[in-house]
């Protein structure tokens, strides 16, 4: 069966990879509440920012750049909150608080402006009203690329 790409699986594996030691992170710029880590698997740069309880992912959102949109970058954003801390407002905060740290990093490199995406499943209602809350309050419908399912894209230039 279809199914689109589901962030709560990088939460999974990232929650893996701290337990680990094998992701450095360093504190948000902006929020000191956020921790954050860059890489570039297969040559796209990922940024990931997370809350952390100790050493448990709390909230996890994930800006993975994608092909530019009207010349300027565009990142998919993806977030997944840990099952235990679900319904508090924690998807929306770490959204806000990432795509703040992003427009305040891009700037110093030189990046004034950007897009923020999302695209979630037509049946994902807490997904829905976060996008709307923190991307875009007018969707588009669109055919999700990779499963073939309905989906809304959620856009936002910053």
């Known amino acids: 069966m279809a199914r689109m790409t589901d962030p709560f699986d ?17 504190p ?8 954050v880590h860059l890489d570039r698997p297969a040559g796209t740069l990922r940024l990931t920012y997370a809350r952390l ?12 750049s994608t092909e530019p949109l009207n010349g300027l970058p565009c990142y998919q954003a993806g977030v997944a909150v840990a099952k235990a801390h679900r319904g508090k407002g924690h998807a ?21 402006s950007f897009y ?9 209602e807490p997904s829905k009203k976060v ?10 419908a669109i055919t999700d690329h990779d499963s073939g399912l309905p989906a809304l894209q959620y856009l ?3």
């Open 10 to 26: 990088a939460l999974t594996k990232f929650q893996r990879a701290l337990r680990d030691g094998d992701i450095d992170l360093r």
């Open 28 to 35: 948000g710029e902006l929020d000191p509440t956020l921790v």
């Open 53 to 64: 309880d100790g050493r448990k992912v709390i909230a996890l959102a994930m800006m993975v």
């Open 92 to 112: 929306k905060s770490i959204t806000e608080a990432a795509i703040a740290e992003m427009k305040n990093g891009l700037a110093r490199n030189g990046v004034p």
């Open 116 to 124: 923020v995406e999302a695209i979630v499943n037509i049946e994902n």
């Open 131 to 140: 996008a709307a809350a923190t991307i875009s309050s007018s969707p588009v």
């Open 156 to 158: 936002k230039k910053v």
